[in-house]
């Protein structure tokens, strides 16, 4: 380390830091998982186009309950 530089201690990183970290990817992991396999099914099904535009309308649908949310809170 430099001479007068500043040292940083990162405290409270122990096991249980860890072991949230590795449900939390764990558990991203899982649900990518299952959103791909929708996703495919979709394209078997439907095509390239069909499956785009389901997950489009899944997204819009997503971000429009955000945005209510969002609004409801900056209202009170």
């Known amino acids: 380390m430099m001479a007068g530089a500043p040292s940083v ?4 990183m122990g096991f249980r830091f860890y072991l949230t970290l590795a449900g939390a990817v764990l ?3 899982v649900l990518v ?8 099914r979709a394209v078997y099904a ?5 499956a ?3 997950l489009s309308a899944v997204l819009l ?9 969002e609004a409801r809170l900056r209202e009170g």
């Open 9 to 12: 201690t990162i405290a409270g």
């Open 27 to 29: 558990g991203i992991g």
């Open 33 to 40: 998982f299952i959103g791909l396999i929708v996703f495919w």
């Open 46 to 50: 439907w095509g390239f186009l069909g």
């Open 52 to 54: 785009f535009l389901a």
């Open 61 to 69: 649908l997503v971000g429009w309950l955000v945005d209510r949310r």
